[in-house]
């Protein structure tokens, strides 16, 4: 009686703990793959050394709308030309700037379009509430990629705005976000 | 210890158990849900900056500034313009739909060369080969119609045309050119606009001004703002309609007969307003409405009730600032001697060159030496030249130029204007749509669309004093097509026809510095206005009257009541596909359109309710069904226009009838122009 209860028990807790393990573990390794931006934006130059403020690059617009990426237009004043001897920066300006191409940045919390979500409203939470913290980064994070949805793995879920709504004592009205 | 059934089971279990435990199950469902939204067939939102730019919208019965609000560069829709003069922030339906007809999946993407029955794309340096050829094999004997005739592209071609040696310069019929020989018949020289703003009574003589006719946004807002100023609207026609609907008051009028009613209130008004026998022309005038429109008489021709129209004429008459509109309730076909009737109650009541009345606008100052100006364009019927030319009476053109326009679709004795194409030796259409026109041509070089080229207009029809518009391009090329102007600027300098300016935008300038305009500000959206306004010497009336030709009821046939809605599209455009949902159950059944009689009517013919009838006329034949509507006059049948393309999409291709077929020109006797506004027509069970 008591091999035929380890013989239950025993391959039972392995199931689970295994289930478990590749649950936790080698599911997201399928889920997501792995992407690097197009060009290794150095934020620490810019920021550090140039003295740039986040707000030079984005920006919000005259009617209050948010710029969002930069595009070629704010770079070219000082990288029409090859300015240092970092590679990545030699290659946007001969890919990107002198092809007159835009960069296709990956946006980490790019949300879907049935959401409309204001940075203007959101003014006056820290950038790094909702962003990872790109300003004291040489190399940006690896981003992934949700091979289902197609959306960055750290794009904001529902649930994640109504509890800052709620906390906050922000609307949770659906026309709030979806417009 | 093997692994039995009990153990793998046990196993399975386990897993199955764990994996609740986990994301895999949740976050696949999730995932699952959120993959369904994102098919690569599901448009997806273009995000950057948004602007408002200023454009011009021509596709209506004029032309006037709109803005187009763009995001990250890409128009996404067109709105009113506040600070234009005709626009005033109101915007017309097909102003409405304007930006989605960029990409109507009738635009003609690239040059294309007729090739048997189809077409075969051809490359642009082709294209302007085979035309300059074409050109010079033709000499003098070339011709060309626009449909835009406040813009510099038709002076363009019209020099073209004038620096080969022809004469042969035409627009597409409309009010414009009826009104300026309706002014010149009272001595007047110059286009005709109409300060409906500062009117105090408006009398809409068969204008459907709140709905089709003239500056359609302007003259809304001149409405809007009258209801506040206790300015009365009162419409005159056969029919119920938008203009009708809103008006302080309709009065049921035979179609067609408008003109007689308004020489029967100029009768009225000469007898019993104040003394003008001072006037010149006034005693002759005077006594030929008198003897030939006695109330009686007007009465019984327009259906209108003798003490309606003796009342008309009294509150025109107590009015300080009274305007009469007068036109064809379809925008075009007014004879020039009907319109002059309407334009002798304005002269009749003080209204003629003053605040609130009929405005003579100078013309536009001409800029491409060897074009005709606005005036010879507008006194050139080319109705009379097509059918000419199909009958054998005029000789048929070695090329035809077509600009703007789609004369194989919206030109009365449409078979004869067929005929006349089949005749011309070769055909260009610049169309940027494949209209009847284009489809017909055997060479299509398209034109960027309205948002894609720089374009201007000058003092359209109706406006209120003399104006001018310039819009650069909102965008670049969607598809392989180039601006016409810079094409026939090019096309002429190989041909060695020599039209004094390098690029259309040259033109453009120097149209701008004769008006004393600066480009730069007409570009960045200000429309340059002026208050200046000819001083001209007017009587009466300077030509020999004679009375009208009203149409006749025979007891069988009924008058038609061509009804233009700007939604259905116009002259120019056909049912934009973001304006199908605007068409009513109650305007089209299935791909039959309704046509409308009032119940009399109706029992008189023995027709009921969706009955599918034939309307015959002298021009031709149409198909529709019966729609019974009491705002109808009796033995009187409205018929919409834009319905039956055979061309263009799917969207306006095969949906009812074409309503053209149904009219036919005759010759004013009066002024040996054109008239069409109006036809008898037989309804019978199909």
Redesign the interface.
Known sequence: MAK?KS??????????????V???WG??KV?YSQKTQPIRFDHVVHVEDQAMACEDCHAF?E?G?Y??MPTNANCVGCHEDVQGEDPDEARYVTEYVQQEKEVEWLGYQKQ???VYFSHIAHKELDCTTCHPDVANMSTPPVYYE?R????SKDTMKMWQCEECHAKSGASNACFVCHK | MGLDRRSFISLVAGGVTGSLFTPVIWKTLDDVSIWTQNWSWIPRLNYGEELKVPALCKLGSDAYGITVKTVAGRPVVAEGNPDHPLSLGGICPLGAASVHLLYSPSRVKNPKLKDGSSFKDITWDEAEELLVGKIKEAGASVAMISGDETGSVTDVLSGLVGKAGSDKSFLMPGESAPAVAALAMLGGDGKVGYDIENANYVLMLGADALGSWGNVARNGKAFSASREKGVKFVYVGPAQNGTSAVADSWIPCLPGTEPVLALGLAAVIADKGRDRSFWPGFAAFAKFVQTSYPLDKVAEITGVPAATIAGLALELMRAGRPLVLTAAVAGQGLGAFELAAGMSLNMLLGQINTVGGVRILPWAPKVVEAAADTKTLLASDLVAYLSAVADGGAEAPALLMVYGANPAYALPNLAKVQAAMDKAGFVVSFSSFMDETAAMADLIMPDSYAFERLDDAYSPYGSGQPNYTVAAAVIKPVFDTRPTGDVLLAVAAKAELDLGFESFEDVVKAKAEALGADFDELVGGAAWISEEFPVQDLALWQTPLQELVAPISDGKSLALAPALQLKIGSAKIAIPPFNTNAIRFNEMLGTDMYVLINAATAKNLGLKKDDVVKLASAGGECKARVRIFEGVMNDTVVAPMGFGHTAWDAFSRGKGDNVYKLLAADTEAQTGLSRFATARVTVTKA
């Not at chain 1, 013989?7 to 295994?18: D, H, R, S, T, Y």
């Not at chain 1, 289902?148 to 959306?151: F, K, M, N, T, V």
């Open positions: 035929c013989c239950v028990v025993l391959p039972f807790l392995v199931g689970l703990v295994a289930s478990i590749l649950g936790w599911f997201p889920l617009r009617d709308s710029a969002g879907p379009d049935n949700n289902l949805s197609g959306y």
